[in-house]
């Protein structure tokens, strides 16, 4: 079942303003809308207020939706899962949200939804010095690979990447 359209609005809203475009790490409408057809993606929507919306279900066919959540969406994040593990693919709040503890709650509840749907292993990749990874950090995601020069900014330099787990004990 396709995604509500409000909810690709709602992500790419937010995608428009949190992700700098040095980095070419957004998505576009499509990818996303095309990634929510998969049944193996799932995502979340965050409130201003910490509301979390309803996400994609993986074992019932109701509608999945951004009810409760009001004319404002802070943040969301976008998974996938292969197996027992889940890879966090996008997560980001708008940047006049930050620092409120609203992406602390969205990856609390990214855990926590992976956790309940059997994931043994959570993983995720971003920028050497993201200051995400204070965050990450503090959840319990280790680094456990690297890639160099990975990322390519648009005045060509080049970062690594870091891949993080977190094993679900
Ligand atoms: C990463 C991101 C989602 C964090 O969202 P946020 O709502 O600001 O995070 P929180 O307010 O919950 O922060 C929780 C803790 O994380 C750490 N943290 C978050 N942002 C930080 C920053 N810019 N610098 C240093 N530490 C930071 C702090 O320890 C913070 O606790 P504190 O505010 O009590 O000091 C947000 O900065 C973002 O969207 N960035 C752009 C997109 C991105 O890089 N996504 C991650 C891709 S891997």
Redesign the pocket.
Same mark, same amino acid.
């Given at each position: 079942m396709p995604p509500p359209l409000d909810d690709v609005d709602r992500i790419m809203d937010v995608m428009e303003c949190? *992700?700098?475009p040095e980095y070419g790490?957004a998505w576009n409408r499509r990818q996303v809308s095309d990634s929510l057809l998969l049944g193996t993606v799932h995502y979340a929507l965050i409130g201003p207020d910490g509301t979390i919306a309803p996400q994609h279900p993986e074992t019932s066919d109701a509608c999945p939706s951004a009810g409760g959540l009001g004319d404002t969406t802070a /943040?969301f994040y976008l998974s996938r899962s292969v197996l027992d593990e889940e890879e966090l693919l996008l *997560?980001?709040?708008a940047p006049e *949200? %930050?620092? %409120?503890?609203? /992406?602390?709650? @969205?990856l609390i509840h990214f855990i926590i939804n992976a956790t309940e749907r059997g994931k043994k292993r959570l993983f @995720?990749?971003? %920028?050497h010095n993201?200051?995400?990874g204070?965050?990450y950090a503090?959840h319990g995601f280790r680094p456990i690979g690297l890639r160099p020069r990975y990322y390519r900014t648009l005045n060509g330099d080049r970062l690594d990447a870091i891949t993080q787990e977190l094993v679900i004990e």
């Open positions: 949190a *992700f700098s790490e /943040g *997560f980001a709040i *949200f %930050r620092r %409120r503890g609203l /992406g602390r709650t @969205l @995720l990749e971003m %920028r993201n200051p995400a204070v965050l503090a």
